[in-house]
């Protein structure tokens, strides 16, 4: 089993997720969004599965600093919202999950990492 988990080493939600994972002896690769942004093919893959609605973080600090139009503009364009992730990857809700190149899951939730990881 192939795992990887995007996000940003000191988010506490992605710390929660690692250290479930470690917990539960899977091993994860860790792709940290500050040294390895997202490409356009990642972001696109993700939104096959995912809502951009549910992969933007709307209540982070980073969305909140967008101008109206900017964020209008994320959600009403594929284009533009992949444009965004991949300038400033601190506005995707962490962490991304992918489960053998071919799964996506967002955010942390023990119960979903349970079901989506068997």
């Known amino acids: 089993m192939s795992i990887r988990i995007y996000g940003i080493s000191q988010c506490n939600t992605v710390k929660k997720a690692r250290q479930w994972l470690q917990e539960h002896e899977i091993d994860a690769e860790f792709i940290d969004f500050k040294k390895t942004p997202p490409t356009a093919s990642d972001i696109q893959f993700w939104l096959t599965q995912i809502p951009k609605e549910t992969l933007i973080n709307r209540k982070g600090t980073t969305w909140r600093k967008l101008s109206a139009t900017d964020q209008q503009d994320a959600l009403c364009s594929n284009e533009a919202a992949i444009q965004l992730m991949m300038n400033q990857p601190s506005v995707i809700k962490r962490p991304v999950l ?21």
Not at 98 to 118: S, W
């Open 98 to 118: 992918i489960n053998n190149n071919q799964r996506v899951l967002v955010g942390f939730d023990a119960a979903k990492y349970t079901e989506f990881l068997a």
